[in-house]
């Protein structure tokens, strides 16, 4: 990641951003971004991936309301990667380990869609603000060949908009707590002691 390009996502303060790649690993994303995700960017099945948290983490339900829909849009993305991409080992593996791991993402990936969103809508329910609306565009990044950045926007005045800045907010606090919390050296910690 070019530290310019990890820049410029962390200008963006009122909405939240990340880059993926065309396997949909998520590679950076800005605050905000990182607080929307922490669900998928935390959960062990999904070892920072869009697709393993859709279809192996059971967590995945839950965050996204539209959950047919998300997975849906999810196997088609792959599927279109696949196709340009047939040789990238990668790639292969995660749609093997899909299929063989998931029933949902094998029936998905044997109806053959493809497809390329660039915009439209998004719903989640965050564990910490609750449900979610958002707007997305999808922004591909010519130097890095399948990776693209998404940005999500809601309306202005919406509960959206007010859940997104108190989502904002509880992350600045968890990052200003970890900056504040003593660092425990081996010398610090409880050792028993000898009777």
Do not use: C
């Amino acid at each position: 990641m070019r530290p310019s390009l990890q820049r410029f996502l962390d200008a963006l303060t009122g909405a939240p951003a990340w880059i993926v790649d065309q396997r949909g690993d998520i590679l950076a994303t800005n605050p905000l971004g990182r607080a929307l995700l922490a669900p998928l960017l935390d959960d062990p099945d999904a070892r920072k991936n869009s697709a393993r948290f859709i279809f192996l983490s059971p967590a995945a339900r839950t965050f996204y309301p539209q959950w047919e829909r998300a997975a849906d849009a999810s196997a088609a993305n792959l599927r279109t990667a696949a196709g340009r991409n047939p040789r990238d080992k990668a790639l292969t593996d995660l749609i093997g380990q899909l299929a063989a791991r998931s029933d949902a993402f094998s029936s998905r990936w044997s109806a053959h869609d493809v497809r390329l969103h660039r915009t439209g809508t998004k719903h989640s329910h965050h564990p910490d603000v609750g449900d979610l609306e958002f707007v997305y565009e999808d922004v591909e990044l010519p130097d890095h060949p399948g990776w693209m950045m998404f940005a999500y926007t809601s309306a202005a005045g919406s509960p959206t908009e007010e859940r997104v800045k108190l989502l904002g907010s509880l992350a600045a606090t968890e990052v200003d707590e970890r900056a504040t919390a003593p660092v425990l050296q081996p010398d610090d910690q409880d050792t028993p002691t000898e009777r």
